[in-house]
């Protein structure tokens, strides 16, 4: 499956799961984070994977630092900011 070079065709909620995990959040940080359900995180992950072609957490957050960097950051309390 080829990768897409752009980031259009994600969601800004996809965008903001893949951020998260490229910055090192596991699925049940970004769960809490953003206040979605665990089983909403892994749908977007599971989508992410098939539209950039990923089979692991680590490689999808490769793939986001290297597409979209890291935009979030976490403060000390867990809040984020968009810094981009």
Avoid: K
Wanted: charged share 20%; with cysteine; net charge negative.
């Amino acid at each position: 499956m080829p990768v897409p070079t752009e980031h259009h065709r994600l969601t800004w909620r996809q965008e903001d799961v893949a951020r998260f995990l490229a910055e090192g959040a596991t699925p049940a940080e970004i769960a809490g984070t953003l206040s979605v359900s665990l089983d909403t995180v892994r749908m977007h992950i599971r989508r992410l994977h098939v539209l950039v072609g990923t089979h692991s957490l680590q490689a999808l957050a490769l793939w986001a630092y290297a597409h979209l960097g890291c935009c979030i950051h976490r403060n000390h309390e867990g809040n984020t900011s968009d810094q981009g």
